[in-house]
């Protein structure tokens, strides 16, 4: 009997949700989306409570196997599932795709998507007006996180090396709702080796097969 293909629960709309599927694509594996919004009225239903306790997506069942939190996902994905390789096998290679992610998780995730993408693109289109202020404030800290990203990539083409890594894929979906702010883009265009990179990740097939509902 075939073993059932892997579930992902949440939204298409979410970066992170998008990176695990940009993980299967790559992977070349079959999965289900099952989707769950968090933010409705009354807050994430209790089903989905009981797969992530905090309440966030995504979420992710495999036979026996749940798990959340993106970057577990992700790596589980990789090692579970024969296709290409995704993380580096040499000790430093792989602390720098580590190091990568932790940049985007800790710093660059809610300045790129929620300070920026968020307030200059979505604000309006919600009726309301963007947070200057807010915008303004993040600017900076953006800065700072594509200097580290950059510095990280060095010569490229992909984010830590010659090789696709699960930090290109963590970061593309961010980066791709970044870009459509025009702070985002105008912060990118100083950043040559970066924008470059973001236009390869979106020539992948694997961007066509995820596409978020939001992107221009």
């Known amino acids: 009997m075939t073993e059932a293909p892997p579930t992902v629960f949440g939204m298409p709309y979410s970066v992170y949700v998008r990176a695990v599927r940009l993980t299967l694509a790559e992977k070349g594996v079959p999965y289900r989306l099952v989707e769950v919004d968090v933010f409705a009225p009354g807050g994430p239903p209790p089903e989905h409570l009981a797969r992530h306790p905090f309440g966030r997506i995504p979420a992710f069942a495999h036979g026996a196997v749940s798990l959340y939190e993106s970057g577990a996902i992700e790596r589980y994905v990789d090692e579970a599932f024969v296709g290409p390789r995704l993380q580096p096998e040499g000790p430093i290679e792989r602390a720098r795709m580590n190091q990568a992610t932790g940049v985007l998780d800790a710093y660059a995730y809610r300045t790129l998507v929620w300070d920026i993408f968020v307030e200059r693109v979505r604000a309006p289109?919600?009726?309301?007006?963007?947070?200057?202020?807010?915008?303004?404030?993040?600017?900076?800290?953006?800065?700072?996180?594509?200097?580290?990203?950059?510095?990280?990539?060095?010569?490229?083409?992909?984010?830590?090396?010659?090789?696709?890594?699960?930090?290109?894929?963590?970061?593309?979906?961010?980066?791709?709702?970044?870009?459509?702010?025009?702070?985002?883009?105008?912060?990118?265009?100083?950043?040559?080796?970066?924008?470059?990179?973001?236009?390869?990740?979106?020539?992948?097939?694997?961007?066509?097969?995820?596409?978020?509902?939001?992107?221009?």
Do not use: N
């Open 125 to 216: 289109l919600q009726g309301r007006a963007p947070d200057e202020a807010r915008i303004a404030a993040a600017v900076p800290k953006a800065e700072t996180c594509l200097q580290a990203l950059a510095a990280l990539m060095g010569d490229g083409p992909f984010l830590t090396g010659p090789a696709l890594t699960l930090a290109d894929l963590h970061a593309a979906p961010m980066f791709i709702y970044f870009r459509m702010a025009r702070e985002g883009a105008a912060l990118l265009a100083e950043h040559p080796l970066l924008a470059t990179w973001l236009a390869r990740m979106m020539e992948r097939p694997s961007h066509a097969a995820t596409r978020s509902p939001m992107e221009a």
